[in-house]
């Protein structure tokens, strides 16, 4: 019986140049390719990395019409959680229902470093410390290939902001790329062995990550000894035979044949030796093996139980910032009256924008959990408070400070819209919406038991802390986190979650400031390793 290895050096063998070279791209949008001819099958992969994100058909992008999934609180939650083993059962979770949906591989996670309070995408990512996230993110590798699924560790490297991603160079010194943003990757790669890491958009000193051979062979598989395989981000190959001989594996999505010709060409002309493509398809061919291996068939997960797992996870990951004179939490010996203020109450905002929105099972709102741990004990009268479509619009709040002032205690769950932060784009500062803070300024003038809960997915300034009795950090908690909400305040959950990034109490305070996010080009690292906590 020949090894795996063995089976795999006779197909490299038997591999003509085009069948190889068209193994160094995807078939499509979701899968890789196949050659029938040799019994080599193609594999599945998917968006998390909160949860499945799958297209119904492997050469559509699937937004808009994924299939329905657990969403998870992102990962600036789990990572308040400081829970290696709690977010290790998050992989399992997301393993199962990959497994369900016949997914090889779950792209997540995202473990880049939160340069900036505005990054948009620092809701997919778990801090600003590349200990902790580094840490977190292997528990999150474990915990999903301990199933027989495989993860994508991204993304590699030095893309911490959102601005021009494909284009802005991170020009960044040697010590600050080794102490800060190399360190995350190199304790989830020697930690948890990702079957895939996924190569960045940007570029680092000049050189695009899909082809930067100093990254990807120098110390990726060099210094690291990693043996896996290395994928683009999406549409992100600018010189693909530079990326063959950097060491970059599969390019993502398939567009055709054009890049697969370009790599055929360079062999033909003497400019690509060929064994360094057999190096990277012996690898491919390795992970396609691999989980094809481990695949399970038939695998069905219960919703409910899922959901029930994920307000369990969104509940630890809730921080409480501030409880004076003990206001939480509301028992019935201590109120009787509540006031309920906020649109994100009934329209929860539960995870963020871009290639990780999940389309939820079922979502928990806040309200609804209220009302029914309230039960008769309490009664409890909502007010809209704000508009989520309108950050000035302040028609809401003379209503919302007449129930404030009626009741025992007010809660007002605030935080940032959508539009927000995002994929695609960083914010410009870290306030939350005028017309929110306003509200919280005039609440104050009529209720001294005031709780805040927060929906965010990063750093947010509040101006009005000294306001407000209590505040509580709800992330953008997934599916249940409108029930993990309702938990903590009403004592069922006791919340020990945890900052894992700076809150500035100004956006100028930050080191990273004056460099974020970058010109001409160019995002210069000026602060070096000195910026969040250091
Ligand atoms: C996106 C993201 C990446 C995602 C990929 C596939 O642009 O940067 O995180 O996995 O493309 O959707």
């Not at 693909?240 to 594996?249: F, P, Q, S, Y």
């Not at 291996?293 to 409480?320: M, P, Q, S, Y």
């Not at 306030?431 to 509200?439: E, G, V, Y």
């Not at 997934?478 to 029930?483: L, Y």
Request: proline residues 4%.
């Amino acid at each position: 019986m020949k090894t795996i290895e063995q089976q795999i050096d006779k197909l490299i063998k038997e591999l003509t140049l085009e069948e190889k070279a068209s193994l160094c791209s995807g078939r499509n949008e979701w899968t890789l390719k196949p050659v029938e001819r040799l019994g080599i099958p193609g594999i599945w992969v998917s968006d998390g990395p909160h949860g499945l994100r799958k297209s119904p058909n492997s050469n559509t992008d699937g937004y808009g019409d994924q299939l329905p999934a657990t969403c998870f609180p992102t990962a600036s939650a789990l990572s308040a959680t400081w829970n290696k083993e709690l977010i290790r059962e998050v992989g399992k979770y997301l393993a199962i229902e990959c497994q369900a949906y016949n997914v090889n591989v779950i792209l997540g996670p995202g473990v880049n470093i939160k340069r900036s309070s505005t990054g948009g995408r620092n809701f997919e990512y778990f801090s600003e410390d590349p200990i902790l996230s580094g840490v977190l993110g292997a528990a999150y590798l474990n915990g999903v290939q301990n199933e027989g699924v495989g993860t994508s560790l991204k993304h590699f490297v030095c893309n911490s902001q959102e601005t021009q991603r494909m284009m802005v160079s991170s020009e960044i010194d040697e010590r600050t790329l080794r102490e800060i943003y190399l360190t995350n990757f190199e304790i989830a790669v020697k930690k948890a062995d990702p079957w895939t890491v996924m190569a960045a958009y940007n570029p680092v000193n000049g050189s695009d990550c899909t082809s930067n051979k100093y990254l990807l062979n120098d110390i990726l598989k060099e210094e690291w000894k990693y043996d896996g395989v290395v994928v683009t981000d999406w549409i992100a190959v600018y010189d693909r035979v530079e990326g063959i001989k950097a060491g970059m594996h599969i390019e993502m999505p398939g567009i055709g044949e054009i890049n697969d010709k370009k790599i055929i060409a360079a062999v033909k002309a003497g400019k690509l030796d060929e064994k360094q493509i057999d190096k990277l398809v012996k690898e491919t061919l390795k992970l396609v093996f691999k989980a094809k291996a481990v695949e399970k068939k038939g695998v069905t997960f219960n919703n409910d139980e899922h959901h029930n797992f994920a307000r369990k996870v969104a509940g630890e990951a809730i921080v409480l910032l501030k409880n004076e004179n003990n206001l939480l939490p509301i028992t019935k010996e201590k109120y009787n009256k509540v006031a309920l203020l906020g649109e994100f109450s009934i329209s929860p905002r539960f995870q963020g924008n871009g290639s990780s929105e999940v389309k939820p099972t079922r979502i928990d709102n806040v309200k609804d959990e209220i009302i029914k741990l309230a039960g008769n004990d309490f009664q409890v009268d909502y007010a809209q408070a704000y508009k989520i479509s309108d950050d000035n619009d302040l028609t809401q709040i003379k209503k919302a400070v007449e129930t404030a002032s009626a009741a025992d205690i007010a809660i007002l769950h605030v935080g940032l819209p959508s539009h927000y932060e995002s994929e695609g784009y960083d914010r410009e500062h870290i306030d939350i919406p005028p017309a929110q803070i306003k509200l919280i300024n005039e609440v104050a003038k009529v209720q001294k038991n005031i709780v805040v809960v927060l929906t965010n997915g990063s750093a947010i300034s509040m101006p009005w802390l000294n306001n407000v009795s209590a505040v509580l950090e709800a992330w953008l908690g997934g599916q249940a986190g409108g029930g993990a909400i309702a938990d903590v305040l009403f004592g069922k959950v006791n919340p020990s979650g945890k900052l894992a990034e700076t809150f500035p109490q100004r956006l100028e305070d930050t080191s990273a400031f004056l460099n974020f996010p970058g010109m001409n080009r160019k995002l210069i690292y000026g602060e070096g390793i000195f910026f969040g906590y250091r």
